[in-house]
């Protein structure tokens, strides 16, 4: 198993542009989640989704869609990007049915919005 | 609202030390506390964890020790080594589909 991909591993974007970040798993874990952690800090949750065609918002969404037609991909859409949305951006994935909810990591992706 | 307090932020321990870090939490219906290490550049992953119908966990040089009447829990790195540097976060979570809380992380340095 590849466990948790993401992709691009950095972008820099220009003000106002946009993109998406792609999260793929193949472990057939129901529950996704974005983070963003900005320099010397902690893990934000963006949104989240506990299976294909739900999402739900995290502490800080604003600035960011997602959406989950599978489950295997959680993209994360940045619209019109800001210099306040410059950080490393985490995907993770998690099954709690089985057990304790585990959430494994990507390896993120590092945004810089210039 | 911070719901898991995390300190210190950073911690500096010589080699062969132990290395403590310190949560604490409000909310009483958290049932599972989970501690993740990250090392630069690396997405976390989970590290131990433990329940709060025990009051320790132990797995090789690393103990999480949890006072539920104090809503406290803690985990120690005993004989830290350098390659124990990393940031390492607390988190709890409650039955249902809401999200791991995380604490803000501690960076831990382990110098020779």
């Known amino acids: 198993n590849a466990g948790v991909t993401q992709t691009p591993k950095f972008r820099i974007l220009k003000i106002g542009q946009s993109m998406t970040l792609q999260c793929t798993q193949d472990m057939n874990h129901n529950y996704m989640y974005w983070y963003r952690q900005d320099p010397g800090m902690g893990l934000k949750l963006i949104y989240y989704?506990?299976?294909?065609?739900?999402?739900d918002k995290g502490e800080v969404p604003n600035g960011y869609n997602v959406s989950r037609s599978t489950t295997e991909d959680f993209p994360l859409r940045l619209e019109l990007a800001a210099p306040s949305q410059t950080s490393v951006y985490f995907c993770?994935?998690?099954?709690?049915?089985?057990?304790?909810?585990?959430?494994?990591f990507g390896p993120g992706t590092r945004l810089t919005v210039l | 609202q911070q719901q898991v307090k995390q300190s210190p932020q950073s911690l500096i321990v010589q080699k062969g030390g132990i290395s403590i870090i310190n949560c604490a939490y409000e909310?009483?219906?958290?049932?599972?506390f989970p501690w993740y290490q990250q090392f630069p550049g690396k997405g976390p992953a989970l590290l131990i964890a433990?329940?709060?119908?025990?009051s320790e966990k132990k797995e090789g040089r690393f103990t999480i020790s949890f006072n539920k009447s104090a809503k406290q829990f803690s985990l120690h790195i005993m004989d830290s080594q350098p390659g124990d540097s990393a940031t390492y976060f607390c988190a709890a979570l409650a039955s249902g589909n809401t999200p791991l809380v995380f604490g803000k992380g501690t960076r831990l340095s382990v110098i020779a």
């Open positions: 989704s506990v299976g294909a065609g739900i999402t």
């Open positions: 433990i329940r709060p119908d025990v």
């Open positions: 993770a994935s998690s099954y709690p049915a089985t057990g304790p909810d585990t959430q494994y």
């Open positions: 909310n009483t219906a958290f049932d599972y």
